[in-house]
């Protein structure tokens, strides 16, 4: 099966930097996925990793590693609208290749 | 931008009625997934499928149906609502070619059973 883990919720300033994590344990591992959902809303893609290191994209960066079943999603400057909740999935072999999400951790970014 | 349609956005019906969640996406993509999320909550798969005519059962046990019978068509049926459906359904597909291709999401059903 699968599991996995994030904080609940955390809280952090505009124009600060936040990471937040995820550990996993799965069978089958084929790649590392994070989501942005605001409230109400359908999640949107926002980064993938399979190999070990580290993804950067604006100011979103992921990191991954696989031997310890753990990855980071870091948000630099942030602003207001990143208060949402970010979700860590994982994709397996299994279930049609689906991906099997965590709880999500909800940030609120406050000024 | 993701082409991925589900109908209706919101719905509030009685408990026994029949319903039928509509997703679909244009982008030709194989396979298709539904998610059940309660609010606040994580996001549970419920039923999936690799292309037409397959359909599978997902980790969280649903009494919803689906079916397959086009590549782009994912409807979810409900033969007899109750109260313990209230939830969000949430459609998605994938080309399923590869490790990065993306899973897109559709903007959701939020459904209530009174």
């Known amino acids: 099966g699968q599991n996995i883990d994030q904080p609940t919720e955390m809280t952090a300033t505009e124009g600060a930097i936040v990471q937040i994590n995820c550990t996993y344990q799965?069978?089958?591992?084929?790649?590392l996925f994070w989501y942005q959902q605001h409230a109400g809303e359908a999640p949107t893609f926002l980064s993938y990793n399979v190999l070990d290191g580290l993804e950067e994209k604006g100011r979103f960066s992921s990191f991954l590693s696989r031997s310890k079943g753990y990855s980071y999603l870091l948000l630099k400057e942030l602003q207001m609208k990143d208060s949402a909740s970010y979700l860590c999935a994982v994709r397996a072999h299994q279930a049609g290749t689906a991906l099997i999400f965590g709880k999500g951790t909800t940030l609120s970014v406050s000024s | 931008e993701a082409d991925i349609y589900q109908t209706p956005r919101y719905l509030v019906i009685g408990t026994g009625k029949k319903i039928t969640l509509e997703c679909s996406q244009t982008m030709g993509h194989d396979k298709m997934y539904w998610y059940q999320q309660d609010p606040g909550m994580e996001l549970h798969l419920i039923h999936y499928?690799?292309?037409?005519?397959?359909?599978e059962k997902g980790d969280l046990s649903s009494e919803s149906t689906v079916s397959r019978i086009r590549t782009e068509h994912f409807p979810l049926t409900l033969e007899s609502a109750r109260p313990s459906h209230t939830s969000q359904y949430l459609c998605?597909?994938?080309?399923?070619?590869?490790?990065?291709?993306?899973?897109?999401f559709g903007p959701g059903t939020r459904l209530t059973v009174l």
């Open positions: 499928s690799y292309g037409v005519n397959s359909t």
């Open positions: 998605a597909s994938r080309t399923g070619t590869g490790g990065r291709d993306t899973q897109y």
């Open positions: 799965t069978s089958g591992f084929n790649g």
